[in-house]
């Protein structure tokens, strides 16, 4: 049980990384906001869903870590070739520790939210 705890310290939520967390939960974007308002409280599927978590020295935009699942909304800002080639090595770290990530454009969540909370109860049954 010991080995557990110390492995979920070191990997989740590192108490370094707190204010940044609680700077980015403060300063969401308008897409973070509305999907935030669509799965806070358990009323997707039931799931319990935290934002602005950190895996490793990542800080993810949502996550439901029963599913280890990663929920990630990208808007012009991640249409760089650096942002491109960042956000693939987060991907892949995030893959290497068993979480699975879903990304969304920003515009998804406003103009098709039926169909992008689709997308994660298919993933989450």
Not at 81 to 105: C, H, I, P
């Amino acid at each position: 049980m010991k080995t557990t705890n110390i492995m979920f310290e070191q990997l989740f939520n590192k108490p370094e990384m707190k204010e940044r967390r609680r700077t980015l939960r403060k300063r969401m974007t308008p897409a973070e906001v509305a999907l935030w308002s669509m799965i806070r409280k358990r009323q997707l599927e039931g799931k319990r869903f935290l934002r602005q978590y950190s895996v490793g020295y990542y800080i993810v935009d949502f996550c439901c870590p029963e599913h280890k699942l990663v929920i990630e909304l990208d808007g012009e800002v991640h249409n760089s070739e650096e942002a491109k080639a960042y956000d693939a090595a987060r991907t892949l770290f995030l893959e290497s520790v068993g979480f699975t990530v879903l990304r969304f454009e920003n515009f998804e969540v406003f103009d098709y939210p039926e169909r992008t909370l689709d997308e994660i109860r298919r993933y989450l049954k």
